[in-house]
């Protein structure tokens, strides 16, 4: 660093709070108060060194920098360094491509009255010098300013002889035009109305820092063209699996012309950066940046091909996104009355949060497939929880019964109610299987090709023609010998099943 106490501005890392980097005055000299004033507009930092000698003493000057490479820039000097202590740089600020800077004692009209000028940021030329409107000794205009869609000038020492209570101004940016004198609502003498001044596009904020001191803010959209837009962030309950739209409307230019938007997204203030592959500075926002919980906010600016306008936003919370369906089937596939069921996992369920996942199995048992009853005796509960059977065993099981079974993926920490806004569990989507219970005619507990060949060879056969076991499965004992085999005789082997269990 220079040993010589002309001044300095360090950068740091707002979330590790490390200096990433110090910029010091480029023509250094004692005194010279390099960073009295400074602003950053993206990759670009102006400062003032307001009490700079290089045209004479105090007559100020100021830098722009990269704030990515610490590089120089433009240099900008008191274009109209007539006496000595005009202060240029004690006001400054950078927006929208132009550097305004302030010299609070210019003599151009009288000593102290103040004088302000307009760079281009980019060529480093100047475009035009604005003085007060009521220009006067002492007024010392331009010692704080702000740009923005309009550009402001504060003059605390206007009437300084009667006091001083302050003015403020507003500018157009393009043509130097005054708009709207802003008088000091409280004309209290030696207020100083006019230092500092702030600017968010549609409003302005102007400081008095004399006497028991406040700020004052006005609502200035009415002189800005292109008018601000109405913003809608889509949807309006996100999650992380969803991207997000951004809708602009409404945007009124006072001429006519064709009005369009740039975008700009942030999440939790901070803009968003480029990850490579999904666009950022477009209406729509890929759901790969988002995570639960954040702020994202939609930033929409109107402008013209000669004119900004005024901002506007809308944002939305990011909530949790719900576990997918998990893919299941049921095992055997083929199932017997001997046999028991189970569930089979094909995919499991996939928290896009990341959350930890358990399961609730839940069966339901029907006689034609359509009608089903939930068995509470092997299935879960929510409240209090509890999982349930993943596989139930052979007891519960008939013949020609059809079961389905419901596997439904819940976030394992909303289980406990405090933990969720609404005090419920969080479930995921439900996959679902569905099996039919076939008997086992051949007796060898499985269900195939010689089962059907067996129903085949005694379908419509009558029950005097059967042997007695085959007779004892399909017909009561109450059954006339001339009954014959059918879907009635289905139902039969069911009861037969149960009953071979113990039931």
Request: some cysteine; hydrophobic content about 35%.
């Amino acid at each position: 660093e220079s040993a010589i106490p002309s001044g300095a501005i360090y950068a740091f890392d707002l979330h590790t709070q490390e200096l990433i980097r110090t910029f010091e005055n480029p023509e250094p000299d004692e005194g010279d108060q390099f960073g009295f004033g400074f602003v950053v507009e993206g990759n670009r930092l102006l400062a003032s060194a307001r009490l700079d000698d290089t045209l004479g003493e105090d007559t100020g000057s100021a830098y722009l920098f990269d704030t990515e490479t610490g590089e120089l820039i433009h240099l900008f000097r008191n274009p109209t360094p007539m006496e000595a202590d005009e202060r240029f740089g004690t006001g400054i600020c950078l927006a929208a491509g132009k550097a305004v800077i302030g010299a609070l004692n210019d003599t151009t009209n009288g000593v102290e009255s103040g004088a302000c000028y307009v760079f281009n940021a980019v060529t480093g030329e100047m475009e035009r010098t604005i003085y007060s409107p009521n220009a006067q000794a002492g007024g010392q205009f331009a010692a704080s300013v702000a740009i923005g869609p309009l550009f402001v000038a504060g003059e605390p020492a206007t009437g300084y002889h009667a006091g001083a209570p302050g003015h403020a101004y507003l500018f157009d940016p393009r043509t130097g035009d005054l708009l709207q004198e802003i008088m000091n609502p409280s004309s209290a003498p030696k207020d100083h109305f006019g230092n500092p001044t702030a600017t968010d596009g549609s409003h302005v904020l102007v400081g008095a820092w004399g006497g028991t001191g406040g700020a004052y803010l006005y609502d200035v959209s009415e002189f800005i063209s292109p008018t601000a837009p109405t913003v809608d962030v889509r949807p309006d309950e996100p999650t992380t699996l969803d991207d997000l739209i951004c809708e602009a409307t409404g945007s009124v230019e006072f001429d006519g012309k064709e009005v369009s938007y740039a975008y700009q997204w942030l999440i939790d203030g901070m803009e968003v950066e480029f990850d490579g592959f999904n666009p950022v500075t477009g209406p729509t926002l890929s759901h790969e940046y988002t995570a639960r919980g954040q702020l994202v906010e939609c930033r929409v600016t109107p402008h013209t091909d000669t004119q900004t306008g005024v901002p506007a936003s809308d944002s939305v919370t990011i909530l949790n996104a719900p576990p997918a369906a998990p893919v299941v089937r049921i095992l055997p596939e083929n199932p017997t009355p001997d046999d028991g069921l189970a569930v089979w996992i094909d995919t499991e369920s996939v928290d896009p949060d990341g959350d930890a996942i358990v399961y609730l199995f839940e069966w339901f048992s029907s006689n034609n497939g359509e009608d089903w009853t939930r068995r509470p005796e092997v299935s879960g509960n929510l409240s209090p929880f509890f999982p349930g059977n993943s596989s139930i065993s052979s007891i519960y099981t008939l013949a020609a019964e059809f079961w389905r079974v419901e596997v439904t993926p819940i976030e394992a920490h909303t289980l406990s109610k405090s933990r969720t806004s609404k005090g419920l569990p969080i479930l995921g989507g439900k996959g679902s299987a569905e099996t039919m219970i076939l008997p086992d005619l051949d007796g060898d507990n499985t269900v195939g090709p010689d089962d059907l060949t067996l129903l085949l060879s005694i379908w419509h056969r009558e029950k005097s023609e059967l042997p007695d076991e085959a007779s004892k499965m399909f017909f009561r004992d109450a059954d006339p010998p001339e009954s014959r085999i059918g879907v009635g005789q289905l139902w039969h082997v069911t009861l037969y099943g149960w009953g071979r269990k113990g039931g």
